[in-house]
């Protein structure tokens, strides 16, 4: 039985910008370009699929390890970004949301982001966030910080504390959870991301780079998840 009308939100690791440049003897910045730029193909692809929510994986709290240089090519694409490509999108009625640990950003970029996503708040075609300096354990550990300051503070009992409250103190409390997640590039994990919202994710690997993941091959893994059974523990 197609379940069609219950996907509304997908969640993607855009993995594999670094081994497509390699394959195409490119340089490592000209992959992660290639990279952003597929960002407005796949948010058109949702927008025609009927998707309410895209999030995206741009950047993990642990790959700000990496070397400078790389760090500073991707920083300097999320403001080229926010500040042109995104116009499309916008004028494409999407709401933009960019989420994470985002100390390490330049102030210069994080007004910006604070702009893009005051001027697309009352979007509605498409809600797409991109979670930047993200990490799944990071956000946990933030929301039970954030939860034990409110009961020192007698804001709330330990009594009150259940799923719902842990929610509404992640990084995006309204953000639906995922119903598919999608990893590009082969590798057969979920590397931190959204791990309190994919508790009942359906997953889907592909091994195609994130370049070359296109409308195409999303609505292959639309399909394939309208094909799925969904029982959230329970016995049909």
């Not at 895209?54 to 080229?80: G, H, Q």
């Not at 100390?103 to 797409?128: C, E, V, Y």
């Not at 709330?156 to 119903?179: A, C, G, K, M, T």
């Amino acid at each position: 039985m197609s379940q069609e009308s219950q996907l509304k939100h997908i969640a993607i690791i855009m993995d594999g910008n670094a081994r497509w440049a390699k394959k195409n003897n490119l340089s490592l910045f000209n992959g992660h370009r290639k990279g952003v730029e597929n960002i407005k193909n796949i948010a058109e692809g949702c927008i025609e699929n009927n998707i309410t929510h895209l999030t995206l994986y741009a950047l993990s709290a642990e790959n700000w390890k990496r070397p400078k240089i790389e760090i500073d090519n991707l920083l300097n694409l999320l403001d080229e970004y926010i500040g042109n490509s995104i116009k499309p999108l916008i004028e494409n009625d999407v709401r933009i949301n960019i989420f994470g640990d985002l100390s390490k950003i330049p102030q210069k970029t994080l007004d910006k982001i604070q702009k893009i996503q005051l001027d697309t708040a009352n979007n509605k075609a498409l809600n797409l966030n991109v979670a930047f300096g993200y990490g799944a354990k990071q956000e946990i550990t933030r929301a039970v910080k954030n939860i034990a300051f409110d009961v020192r503070d007698k804001k709330i009992d330990p009594q009150d504390i259940d799923e719902e409250l842990v929610s509404r103190n992640l990084y995006i409390s309204d953000l639906p959870d995922p119903d598919l997640l999608i990893r590009t590039a082969g590798d057969l994990r979920v590397s931190n991301f959204l791990l309190w919202q994919i508790a009942y994710s359906e997953l889907y690997f592909i091994n195609d780079f994130w370049p070359d993941f296109n409308k195409k091959k999303l609505k292959l893994a639309i399909i394939d998840f309208n094909n799925r059974e969904r029982r959230y523990g329970k016995r049909q």
